[in-house]
């Protein structure tokens, strides 16, 4: 069984930065890519940021500038350094990834706040 666990979350004044990080653990042969994804009350969750194996990332128009997404892959550990936040970047932030542990699966997080606010 595979988990992946979130921290970095937080309260956070707007101009502010926080490092969000998601290990995984569990039976892992393979990653093909990493993500993570935001919650807004009343919104949809939303992809934020995106690493793939090979180091290819995307962002969402929103963060571009403002976040970077990385990995320490003899950790199996995903980074989003988030700069420059706003209150509207306020949600729970969702790790996401697409690990092979004999069988393809995809896998969630429990979410982590983060809350920026004067």
């Known amino acids: 069984q595979v988990q992946l666990v979130e921290s970095g979350g937080g309260l956070v004044q707007p101009g502010g930065s926080l490092r969000l990080s998601c290990a995984a653990s569990?039976?892992?042969?393979?990653?093909?890519?990493m993500a993570w994804y935001r919650q807004a009350p009343g919104n949809q969750r939303e992809l934020v940021a995106r690493?793939?194996?090979?180091?290819?990332?995307n962002y969402a128009t929103s963060v571009k500038g403002r976040f970077t997404i990385s990995t320490d892959n003899a950790k199996n550990t995903v980074y989003l350094q988030m700069n420059s936040l706003k209150p509207e970047d306020t949600a729970v932030y969702y790790c996401?990834?697409?690990?092979?542990?004999?069988?393809?699966?995809?896998?969630w997080g429990q979410g982590t706040q983060v809350t920026v606010s004067s």
């Open positions: 569990g039976r892992i042969f393979s990653i093909n890519f």
């Open positions: 996401n990834a697409d690990i092979f542990t004999g069988t393809w699966g995809h896998y």
């Open positions: 690493i793939t194996s090979g180091g290819s990332t």
